[in-house]
């Protein structure tokens, strides 16, 4: 980093490349994001869908979701879940 701006990597005014390089990580976070709460056809933690797959569905997908970013788009994997001393459930509130 300190070879592209030198010294000067202090300023004061906005660095542009920087944030733009942000901000481009983001939307790729976002992206991979979507594309795996999209994927899991069921309600569980942050990957909600109350209205098309209200309920969890331990069966097909109590498993990790894996993303990496490959030719310029999300790539899925799954991983299985390690069961140890707490036994999955469903939340009742």
Sequence with gaps: MREGFGDDIHRAEPCIDITQALELGLRELAECMVVSGLARK???????R???YPDRDDENF???T???WEDGAPRLDWKPVTMTKWQPEE???
């Design 91 to 93: 939340r009742k509130y």
């Design 50 to 52: 109350p209205y098309d």
């Design 62 to 64: 109590l498993r990790h």
């Design 66 to 68: 894996l993303v990496t």
């Design 42 to 48: 069921e309600s569980r933690g942050a990957q909600a």
